[in-house]
């Protein structure tokens, strides 16, 4: 792309959070690409971040990492300070890290632990995040706060794993609507609302769960990351200068058959 939007980011600082692996991974790099200086975010993945930010130096863009863990709330307020410290000001700041408890030892855990460790990185570290950047964003006259939701919240879906991200996502998307009204006119703030997108739990789903995401997709495929990352590119872009306080849902036109039985 030789045209002017290639790099419709460029000066911009970004931050996104949970970025060394999926869907944020596919957004801290989509972010690159369009010229924005982006700050890496793990949690201790250091050389898959170190791999991330490599990457957007190839892009030509700035890269930066750091390591916090957003469990901790005395975390928060740090990683802001030195988020804004690093290029002296953020333009946009993308909430997409939560609390992997589908896969490896945090799957077997009970529902109260589960959503115990949801409801600290999920809903409090992007609801504290988002409270302390977005006044700084405001006094400065500009910005854009990006949240991650599902859009199962919507609809609901039976079963353990559907109430759990019901809850906490649902919890994430009524407050990005709220705060886009707190933080307007200065700074937007959207959210979107993936549906199947093939992750890490997507990639060892069983056959059972490969054949519904296809299923209740019109496009009869599973999303991709970079489906993800495409859409938040525009939504922090000035392409969207008129959109704030929405809900963005990418899932492939939805299509009902069998989400309401879900699974425990």
């Known amino acids: 792309m030789n045209d002017l939007r290639s790099r419709e980011l460029q000066g911009k600082t970004a931050v996104v959070t949970g970025s060394s692996s999926g869907i944020g991974r596919a957004i801290a790099l989509e972010l690159g690409r369009a010229g924005a200086a982006v700050l890496i975010h793990a949690r201790k993945s250091a050389a898959a971040a170190e791999s991330v930010a490599a990457e957007i130096r190839r892009a030509l863009a700035e890269a930066h990492v750091l390591l916090v863990d957003l469990a901790d709330p005395a975390n928060h307020e740090r990683l802001v300070e030195q988020a804004w410290q690093w290029r002296g000001g953020v333009d946009i700041w993308v909430n ?43 006094a400065r006259g500009s910005g854009v706060i990006l949240n991650m939701g599902w859009d199962g919240a919507d609809r609901g879906m039976a079963g353990d794993s559907g109430e759990l991200f019901a809850a906490v996502k649902g919890a994430v998307m009524a407050f990005s609507r709220s705060l886009a009204r707190s933080l307007a006119p200065q700074v937007r703030v959207n959210c979107v609302a993936p549906g199947w997108i093939k992750t890490a739990w997507g990639e ?26 495409h859409v938040a590119r525009f939504l922090v872009s000035p392409a969207a200068g008129f959109v704030t306080g929405q809900v963005i849902h990418i899932n492939g036109g939805f299509s009902e058959g069998l989400a309401a039985h879900g699974e425990q």
């Open 96 to 138: 997409n890290a939560g609390a992997d408890v589908l896969t490896g030892a945090a799957a077997s855990w009970p529902f109260d632990r589960k959503l115990e460790e949801l409801w600290r990185v999920d809903v409090a570290a992007t609801m504290r995040l988002s409270r302390l950047i977005g006044p700084r964003m405001k």
């Open 204 to 229: 060892r789903a069983s056959e059972t769960w490969q054949a519904r995401a296809q299923r209740e997709s019109l496009l009869r495929r599973w999303g991709l990351p970079e489906d993800v990352a």
